[in-house]
């Protein structure tokens, strides 16, 4: 099992250039099974989760290959609508291929994703929004089978603005007969650039990135050449880096928009921000202010950004809260974090940051993507020697994450 190894206490300093989105780039890969075409994706991120994507659809029939960074994916022959049981279960986005499939083929079978390391993770809103779309559903075992005589466009009312199930019921609508409309749908830079990626292939859809979706549903897409957006998430894992270690760093290829939840955030802690063309740039003072934080769905502060922001609020003085309002199963990285000295405790959806206490190296554990990240930077902060196992689950989400942080003067290395 490969490791990062890290010696704390390099001020991180530098320039990088943040790579596509991982949250975007996985439902465009699964909307090219509509076109029956060809696509070209370009800046696509080269992380574990897109190679089991294009493994999924490999076994489906697809033809795909890398040209540099942009994805080539041929969907004109399906051989099957049956998905992959262990692809399926490497990678719980892979529910929305269903709703990609049910446009393509009106039949899939997949088996139930699961749960997840972030907790029980439903995907009741999907398939209740499938089946007001005349998709009859029946589950055998762990498998769940859909099948459609004729997609129908419907009114669809979430009770939750779920981004996967917004994502599958697009997915699904765009060639059924009629109108959907999806209420209460939602909102993150993820949902409009499926939607740009859709119109892109000749789609008919409106409104995504507000809670109202519309949806007309056409016969035929065509191929389309797309460049997905700049992944926010880790544009906002490397500021944090930066200011963990009271460093300055410039970040090409982000969208201001997009990641304002996490700086706005970053500047009430005392951190100097400037916007450039497609980038900014950021400065830390000495002392950071400790501040509280509550996780929404977007525009609010990103669940995927809690782990990162708990581990930088260990370096601050004041005691401090984090509101988990998204996933059960989100402090997984306080007992690591303890490990290293860390003074955290957890009631409920709520984790208390009992003020700065000093890191200290040791062996510490990766248990999902955000988290592994978020103890990196703790390793860049810590006295002596950090070893992170477990590094698949960062590697699910960040192309080079050890070659990224080196750049900016860490001492990182990856142990095979
Ligand atoms: C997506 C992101 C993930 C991010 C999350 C929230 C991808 C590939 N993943 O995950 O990184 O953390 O959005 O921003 O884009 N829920 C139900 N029933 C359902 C579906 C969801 O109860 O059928 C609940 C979930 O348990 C969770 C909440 O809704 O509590 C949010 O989930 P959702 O927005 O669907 O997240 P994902 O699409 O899985």
């Known amino acids: 099992m490969s490791q990062y190894v890290i010696e704390g206490g390099k001020r991180l300093e530098g320039e990088l250039q943040i790579e596509g989105s991982k949250n975007a780039v996985l439902p465009i890969i699964a909307a090219t099974l509509l076109n029956e075409d060809i696509t070209y994706i370009r800046n696509c991120p080269k992380i574990s ?13 697809c033809h795909i290959e890398w040209q540099d960074h942009t994805l080539v994916i041929d969907t004109r022959h399906l051989a099957t609508y049956v998905l992959n049981e262990s692809l399926v279960k490497k990678m719980r986005s892979s529910i929305i291929l ?24 439903p995907i009741d809103l999907h398939l209740d929004a499938l089946e007001k779309m005349n998709v009859m559903i029946s589950e055998m075992d762990e498998a769940i089978y859909c099948k459609t005589l004729h997609l129908q466009g419907a009114t669809i009312n979430l009770k939750f603005p779920s981004v996967g199930a917004t994502e599958n019921i697009m997915l699904a609508a765009v060639r059924s007969e009629g109108i959907t409309v999806i209420h209460n749908a939602a909102r993150e830079p993820e949902i409009i650039d ?60 982000v969208c201001y928009a997009h990641v304002k939840a996490i700086t706005d ?22 002392i950071l202010r400790g501040i509280d934080i509550v ?20 370096t601050c003085k004041e005691s401090t809260t984090i509101k988990e309002n998204l996933f059960e199963a989100r402090f997984k990285i306080v007992d690591e974090l303890k490990k290293m000295g860390a003074d955290i405790e957890v009631k409920g959806c709520t984790a208390y940051i009992n003020g700065y206490k000093p890191l200290y190296g040791t062996t510490i554990c ?27 689950h960062v590697e699910r989400g960040y192309q080079n994450i050890v070659a990224d942080l080196s750049k900016l003067g860490a001492k990182i290395q990856e142990r095979k």
């Open 194 to 253: 499926l939607q740009d990626f859709l119109i892109a292939c000749g789609a008919k859809i409106k409104g995504a990135g507000t809670p109202t979706i519309l949806i007309q549903g056409v016969k035929k897409l065509r191929g389309a050449s797309y460049e997905v957006i700049p992944d926010r998430i880790i544009a906002g894992t490397y500021l944090a880096a930066a200011a963990m270690t009271r460093g300055s760093i410039r970040l090409k290829n």
């Open 49 to 61: 989760d897109v190679k089991i994507m294009i493994q999924i659809l490999k076994e489906l029939g």
């Open 98 to 121: 269903l709703g990609a499939l049910m446009g393509r083929c009106g039949e899939a079978q997949i088996n139930r994703p699961g749960g997840c390391q972030l907790g029980a993770r």
């Open 265 to 286: 955030k970053l500047e009430m802690m005392g951190c100097k921000m400037v916007q450039e063309n497609n980038g900014l740039v950021l400065s830390t003072p000495q």
């Open 295 to 314: 996780t929404e769905p977007y525009p609010g502060f990103p669940t995927d950004m809690q782990s990162q922001m708990m581990t930088l609020l260990c």
């Open 366 to 392: 990766a248990k999902d993507l955000r988290g592994g990240a978020a103890l990196v930077l703790a390793g860049l902060v810590a006295e002596g020697t950090t070893t992170v196992e477990h590094i698949e």
